[in-house]
């Protein structure tokens, strides 16, 4: 069983921002982007350490839908056609927690790739 069950879960979809509530009274605004590359599946992450794609050019992308996954996840469908990564309730937290390190990091790796992040259109 998951250790954080969400309480409420809203699709912002003109600003591009997912708002999960927990039970322990944390609330994360975790933008498409974020979420998009931060996938769970092995089409981001890879098969095993240090196998991770870079994701490139997703400051645009949406999510058009939610399903739930049993109890313990959703699947989100990005406008992009990825759908693959199943977010648990504990890994969405954990990219709520982590949000400003992890979001560091991918800028970093974006600049040492080469690749200028372009502000997502208003």
């Known amino acids: 069983m998951a250790e954080h069950q969400p309480t409420d879960i809203l699709l912002h979809q003109r600003s591009r921002v997912l708002e999960v ?60 056609g990825h759908e693959t990564g199943l977010y648990t309730w504990d890994y969405l937290h954990q990219l709520g927690r982590q949000y400003e390190h992890n979001w560091r990091e991918y800028l970093d790796a974006l600049t040492a790739a080469g690749h200028a992040r372009n502000p997502p259109p208003a």
């Open 21 to 80: 509530a927990f039970e322990d009274a944390s609330r994360f605004k975790l933008s498409c982007e974020y979420l998009r590359v931060h996938s769970p599946s092995a089409e981001v992450r890879g098969h095993g350490p240090g196998q991770g794609v870079l994701q490139v050019g997703k400051e645009a992308v949406n999510i058009i839908n939610i399903e739930p996954v049993g109890n313990y996840a959703v699947k989100l469908v990005f406008d992009d």
